[in-house]
Nanobody
């Protein structure tokens, strides 16, 4: 049974930082492209950041480029999202996702349960 378990969400003031972590189990972690999505109230779920199987290639939504950094540790089976210079519009539930080929071309194979990030003024 595949499990993706996020942690690290919370409340932070604008301009602050948070680090999200996702721990994976039940899958051959290094075979999967990993990433993060988010969903704000009343909005569709959107892609935030992705990371290749090795971690050498990363890609970001324009809205977070230069502020967020995705990284993975295949030995620990974790993928992290460092979020800096947070803005109120970053407020959302953040989801970890895994796919065996491509995170954005189709719906990812697996999702975490989500973790709330709230950025206040």
């Amino acid at each position: 049974q595949v499990q993706l378990v996020e942690s690290g969400g919370g409340l932070v003031q604008a301009g602050g930082s948070l680090r999200l972590s996702c721990a994976a189990s039940g899958l051959t972690f290094s075979n999967y492209v990993m990433g993060w999505f988010r969903q704000a109230p009343g909005k569709e779920r959107e892609f935030v950041a992705g990371c290749s199987r090795t971690g050498y290639s990363t890609y970001y939504a324009d809205s977070v480029k230069g502020r967020f950094t995705i990284s993975r540790d295949n030995a620990k089976r974790t993928v992290d999202l460092q979020m800096n210079s947070l803005k109120p519009e970053d407020t959302a539930v953040y989801y970890c996702a895994a796919d065996d080929s491509n995170l954005v071309a189709s719906i990812p194979d697996y999702w975490g349960q989500g973790t709330q990030v709230t950025v206040s003024l």
